[in-house]
């Protein structure tokens, strides 16, 4: 089982930043592939990034490339994702999921472990 709580979410206007984190814990977290998705109001939820176990590959969706950037910290047990240049089209509730190392971690099927979700508001 992996725990994960996100944090950083928040208010923030056009063309701001915000830097998100989420905390895991649990057996052995660090060997999880991590993904950030989100979810906007009658919206489906849709992967924007995702980076592998190591930390060596990285995944960007069409909407976040340029502007989003993430990154973990296997020591700490935790992965961010920097988001600049924030849009009015970003807001959502953003939320991390861990998925097994075996699987394309460009994948959204297999990210089975998420946290509660964070908010972020872009205002225009």
């Known amino acids: 089982q992996v725990q994960l709580v996100e944090s950083g979410g928040g208010l923030v206007q056009a063309g701001g930043s915000l830097r998100l984190s989420c905390a895991a814990s649990?057996?052995?977290?660090?060997?999880?592939?991590m993904g950030w998705f989100r979810q906007a109001p009658g919206k489906e939820r849709e992967l924007i990034s995702s980076?592998?176990?190591?930390?060596?590959?990285?995944y960007y969706g069409d909407s976040v490339k340029g502007r989003f950037t993430i990154s973990r910290d296997n020591a700490k047990n935790t992965v961010y994702l920097q988001m600049n240049s924030l849009k009015p089209e970003d807001t959502a509730v953003y939320y991390c999921?861990?998925?097994?190392?075996?699987?394309?971690?460009?994948?959204?099927?297999?990210?089975?472990?998420w946290g509660q979700g964070t908010q972020v508001t872009v205002s225009s």
């Open positions: 649990g057996y052995t977290s660090s060997r999880y592939n």
């Open positions: 999921a861990a998925g097994s190392p075996s699987y394309d971690y460009t994948n959204p099927r297999v990210y089975n472990y």
């Open positions: 980076i592998s176990w190591s930390g060596r590959n990285t």
